[in-house]
């Protein structure tokens, strides 16, 4: 398996060198029942600097639990999980958010905090710097993510869904992290609102140098940004690889993902894109 991955690198994901790695990785729950389930046995997966990795899976497959122990929330009961070259246990709280950026599924941005005050917060809870300067680095983000200078003030409830997803993209990047992690970050928005948000997501990709790490179930949000997907089946991944490599893997989860109607439709549309160059790679 890592041999296909290894051997099919494209020219994003190049000769880079990993970023994150996880090796042998278990991740166990107790049940209610006194029991446990095995969410990931023995799972193996890099990150390489520069690129978006995918992750895909079944509903329950251990995606966001996948997440959550790149960014340190969960503990590995076997296995390692590398970050930057060091073990994720010692990203302490500070340090995380100057290390990895975090849009969570549901968004999360705090009701009673304004815009500017959601974006400020985690430069705030650090204590880095004056609180003037927080503000100013806020405003620069809320302009990088599409915003405007108006928006600072308004409230959370104020705001629409694409709006929300801007604002949590800027509070992830306002430590200026190295690697951004986005789970199912086009979720719940209109088509228009996902693709404006995915060309956004593109460019910051490219302007900033970030390795990205995204989970999604949507084919057209896929297939825009991914240089790689890795696959989550039977407890581990079982294919990382470009996406031409990931639909020649057999295996019951890629055909049905993949190649069923909704997928065939986005592969079209993917095609047509690049045949007309608008890809541009
Ligand atoms: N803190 C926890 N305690 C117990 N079980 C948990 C905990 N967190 C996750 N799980 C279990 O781990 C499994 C994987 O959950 P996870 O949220 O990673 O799935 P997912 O692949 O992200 O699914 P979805 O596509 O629905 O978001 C599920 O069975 C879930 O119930
Ligand atoms: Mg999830």
């Given at each position: 398996?890592?041999?296909?991955a290894?051997?099919s690198?494209?020219s ?7 970023i994150?790695e996880?090796?042998?990785?278990w ?8 029991g ?6 023995d799972?193996?997966?890099t990150?390489r600097r520069g690129?978006?990795l995918?992750?895909?899976g ?9 997440l959550?122990q ?8 076997r296995g390692?999980v590398?970050?930057?070259?060091r ?6 709280d500070?340090?995380?958010a100057?290390r990895?950026?975090?849009l969570?599924?549901q968004g ?7 815009v500017?005050?959601n974006i400020a917060l ?5 204590r880095a710097v004056p609180?003037?300067l927080a503000?100013?680095?806020?405003l ?10 108006g928006?600072?003030h ?6 629409s869904?694409g ?10 990047l306002?430590m200026?992290?190295?690697l951004?992690?986005l789970?199912e970050?086009t ?7 996902s ?6 997501l593109?460019?910051l990709h490219r302007?900033l140098g970030?390795?990205?790490v995204?989970?999604?179930?949507d ?7 991914s240089?790689?997907v890795?696959v989550l ?8 690889a470009p996406v031409p490599?990931v639909?020649?893997?057999?295996h019951?989860f890629?055909?049905h993902?993949?190649?069923g109607e909704?997928?065939?439709r986005a592969?079209e549309l993917?095609?047509t894109?690049?045949r007309?160059?608008e890809?541009?790679?």
């Amino acid at each position: 398996m890592q041999k296909a991955a290894d051997a099919s690198q494209n020219s994003a994901a190049g000769a880079a060198e990993p970023i994150i790695e996880v090796r042998g990785l278990w991740s166990v729950f107790p049940t209610a029942g006194g029991g446990q389930v095995v969410v990931h046995k023995d799972l193996d997966l890099t990150v390489r600097r520069g690129e978006v990795l995918t992750l895909v899976g079944g509903s329950g497959t251990g995606k966001t639990v996948l997440l959550r122990q790149m960014l340190g929330l969960n503990r590995p009961a076997r296995g390692q999980v590398t970050v930057l070259g060091r073990p994720v246990a010692e990203l302490t709280d500070a340090g995380a958010a100057a290390r990895v950026g975090m849009l969570f599924q549901q968004g999360a941005l705090f009701s009673a905090f304004s815009v500017l005050d959601n974006i400020a917060l985690p430069l705030r809870e650090t204590r880095a710097v004056p609180d003037a300067l927080a503000r100013e680095a806020a405003l620069l983000k809320l302009q990088m993510v599409g915003l405007k200078p108006g928006d600072a003030h308004k409230m959370p409830a104020e705001l629409s869904g694409g709006m929300i997803k801007r604002v949590a993209l800027a509070r992830a990047l306002i430590m200026d992290p190295p690697l951004l992690m986005l789970d199912e970050p086009t979720a719940g928005l209109d088509p228009d609102s996902s693709d404006a948000f995915v060309a956004l997501l593109r460019s910051l990709h490219r302007e900033l140098g970030l390795t990205v790490v995204m989970v999604t179930h949507d084919l057209d949000t896929l297939f825009e940004l991914s240089d790689r997907v890795a696959v989550l089946a039977e407890q581990r991944v079982i294919v990382c690889a470009p996406v031409p490599e990931v639909l020649a893997f057999d295996h019951p989860f890629i055909r049905h993902f993949f190649l069923g109607e909704r997928g065939q439709r986005a592969m079209e549309l993917l095609r047509t894109r690049h045949r007309d160059g608008e890809k541009g790679q």
